[in-house]
């Protein structure tokens, strides 16, 4: 049984930066592209980034381009985001999986952005 848990989220100020993580477990990892998401107050979860299994390219929805980076390690089987220049519209509850949500989703993690 997969198992993914999310880790890293807090308040920050706006500007501020953040570091998520996401483990799992009960897979290898290594053998699936891998997404952040997200999920704000009242809104659909929608895709943040995209990692290649390999880790060699990823992409990002035009809402964190040039301000979030999707990462990973598949020797300890973890995910993670770096989130910089953090604005208030990216409150939301974060959550990892494999691309196109394969996985039963983990408790995620919550992110607020505000002064």
């Known amino acids: 049984q997969v198992q993914l848990v999310e880790s890293g989220g807090g308040l920050v100020q706006p500007g501020g930066s953040l570091r998520l993580s996401c483990i799992v477990s009960?897979?290898?990892?290594?053998?699936?592209?891998m997404s952040w998401y997200r999920q704000a107050p009242g809104k659909e979860r929608e895709l943040v980034a995209y990692?290649?299994?390999?880790?060699?390219?990823?992409r990002y929805s035009d809402s964190v381009k040039g301000r979030f980076t999707i990462s990973r390690d598949n020797f300890k089987n973890t995910v993670s985001l770096q989130m910089n220049s953090l604005k208030p519209e990216d409150t939301a509850v974060y959550y990892c999986?494999?691309?196109?949500?394969?996985?039963?989703w983990g408790q995620g993690t919550q992110v607020t952005v505000s002064s």
């Open positions: 999986n494999a691309d196109g949500g394969l996985w039963s």
């Open positions: 990692i290649t299994y390999t880790g060699g390219r990823s």
């Open positions: 009960g897979v290898t990892a290594s053998s699936y592209a």
